[in-house]
């Protein structure tokens, strides 16, 4: 037997750019030997022959799913199950608004928590805006298109300097939620940031780097999130390149974009974190993967509590485009998972 799939690029609009997403639709009903038997193991085998830098699998609702408005998914890597991600979480929302038009869903339930979703109209662009990013052309681009909003279910953490020693300790690591963390590296100009070709852990520690994190933390990936600060556009937004390298390059990354964008939004609390004279809520544009050639647009919005110390609310934001639909078969029980 065989499970559809669909892919998306995801944090776009034009096909061929943003992150490449894979949706695989696991059937509700156990008699079909797919939904409850289909394992964790099968799973990560499926992830790591679609190769894609996440694969959702995407459970068809339950009746309880449905009175509860409920669509419960799981995400994969090639490596490794994740608790959440951005550009998986996003993907599928604008999958379940816009291509399954599926009105009984409302929230996302992942590893991490429940994530609302709703749809999201992309604000009009300024008059005087800057130019487009490299490679970020018009052909292809769907006009007017809507996207969908997330709300991440964050456990947002600062570690205390995990890295002590090595050339890159004095960088601040920060997780958006427990097992998603990121070397939150400042770059001074464009220049320079594409110039970087690796991890700062380096890829083969990817994972091993977690053993370094504060107690209760050390699991997950640990990636550099390299950026570069643009400035403010008129209406205050501010503007970020970026480039994630963890075992290797990522187009676009939600949940590191939504980490820095949290780490920065303290940070820039009247000049102080904790100062309660600064500004609530916080909105970001974050551009990522014009090094790959796969240009990507990520849209942050952190709301602070009122005491300007910690993160209230985090909402991910993005389009996406349907790029293929196929089937897949169910790995036999029997195989062996050897990932290296």
């Not at 749809?119 to 809507?146: F, P, S, T, V």
């Not at 909003?149 to 205390?160: E, G, L, R």
């Amino acid at each position: 037997m065989a499970l559809k799939f669909t892919t998306f690029d995801v944090f776009t609009k034009t096909p061929f750019r943003g992150n490449p997403l894979g949706i695989v639709s696991v059937p509700a009903d156990t008699a079909s030997a797919t939904a409850t038997q289909l394992s964790q193991d099968q799973k990560q085998l499926i992830a790591r022959e679609l190769n894609l830098s996440e694969t959702v699998f995407l459970h068809e609702q339950t009746p309880a799913d449905i009175r509860a408005r409920v669509a419960r998914i799981d995400i994969f890597t090639p490596l490794a199950e994740i608790p959440f991600a951005g550009h998986p979480t996003v993907g599928t929302a604008n999958y379940l608004l816009h291509e399954l038009r599926l009105g009984s869903a409302k929230v996302l339930s992942t590893r991490a928590g429940l994530v609302p979703f709703k749809e999201e109209e992309e604000e009009e662009e300024e008059e005087e805006e800057e130019e487009e990013e490299e490679g970020d052309d018009e052909e292809g681009k769907g006009k007017g298109a809507k996207g969908a909003q997330v709300q991440v279910a964050h456990d947002f953490h600062i570690h205390d300097k995990p890295f002590k020693g090595t050339a890159y300790e004095a960088y601040p690591v920060a997780s958006i939620v427990n097992g998603m963390t990121g070397i939150m590296a400042q770059l001074p100009d464009l220049d320079t940031l594409g110039k970087q070709t690796g991890s700062l852990v380096g890829a083969e520690n990817t994972f091993k780097a977690a053993a370094a994190l504060d107690e209760g933390w050390r699991k997950g990936p640990v990636i550099t999130y390299f950026y570069v600060d643009l400035g403010r556009k008129k209406d205050g937004t501010r503007k970020l390149r970026t480039r994630n390298l963890g075992t290797r390059e990522d187009p676009a990354t939600g949940s590191a974009a939504a980490g820095l964008c949290c780490l920065l939004s303290l940070s820039d609390s009247g000049g102080n974190p904790g100062s309660e004279s600064g500004e609530r809520t916080h909105a970001f544009e974050v551009t990522q993967g014009v090094e790959m050639g796969r240009p990507s647009e990520i849209r942050v919005r952190v709301t602070l509590n009122e005491a300007r110390s910690g993160i209230e609310e985090v909402l991910i934001s993005g389009n996406a485009v349907k790029i293929l639909e196929g089937t897949v078969p169910i790995p036999s029980p029997k195989t062996k998972i050897r990932l290296e």
